[in-house]
């Protein structure tokens, strides 16, 4: 079978292309056209708003429980490798400090190596922690600052190797900022709940766990 195509002489589709057309756009259907374009134009800014700030806030919320899950994983370390867990107040815990070897007890320079004796050890006679005057047990703290009202910080402090006194500590640091709630319950000698809440006024998390502290009789 033949199919023939019958194409539209060029002279007719010029015509209808042309542009001196008595058919334009007047000046009404231009402003009605610019109208609906901005129209179209507001809507989508909207649109891209609403998505920007929950994007925002997701992030936000995001970077929020990153701090609270740093803190709680921090904390969680220093239990898991403590052979003492002693909560004196509810708001506070305390441990012994890890058993590690990263300074030298005489000179308390910072070793990467160490020095053989473990840095709890302080009068280096190879015995941790005796309670004596020269070998007190050294601890790890971490609690609330409250000084500022809006803002209270989880704090983490620890016993200073790197100098001569014996119940010094290093500076101490912040682990997470807009803390609502810190609490810590003693469930066994070698187990802790911990309650942490953050709150920075547009997000809430909260983060609860247990702890056990593989070293504690
Ligand atoms: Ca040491
Ligand atoms: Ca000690
Ligand atoms: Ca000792
Ligand atoms: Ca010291």
Redesign the pocket.
């Known amino acids: 079978m033949r199919i023939t195509v019958k194409l539209a002489p060029f002279d007719s589709l010029r015509k209808s292309f042309s542009m001196n057309d008595s058919s334009g756009f007047t000046l009404l259907e231009l402003l009605i056209s610019i109208a609906i374009l901005s129209l179209i134009m507001l809507g989508l800014q909207q649109v891209m708003g609403t998505a920007l700030s929950a994007h925002r806030r997701t992030t936000e919320k995001t970077e929020l429980l990153a701090q609270a899950r740093y803190a709680m994983e921090r904390m969680v370390m220093f239990v898991q490798e403590t052979d003492q867990i002693a909560i004196p107040a509810v708001d506070r815990l305390v441990v012994n400090e890890r058993l590690l070897d990263t300074y030298d007890n005489d000179l308390h320079i910072y070793l990467f190596e160490g020095d053989g004796y473990l840095d709890?050890?302080?009068d280096h006679n190879g015995l941790?922690?005796?309670g004596t005057l020269e070998?007190?047990?050294?601890r790890i703290t971490f609690d609330l600052d409250r000084t500022d009202g809006n803002n209270w910080k989880l704090m983490e402090e620890m016993p200073d190797y790197g100098s001569p006194d014996?119940e010094d500590a290093k500076e101490k640091k912040v682990l997470c900022d807009h803390v609502t709630t810190f609490q810590c319950t003693l469930l066994a000698p070698n187990l802790v709940e911990i309650l942490l809440t953050l709150d920075d006024g547009e997000h809430e998390v909260s983060l609860k766990t247990r702890a056990r502290g593989f070293y504690v009789n």
């Open positions: 709890a050890d302080n941790v922690n005796e070998d007190p047990p050294d014996l």
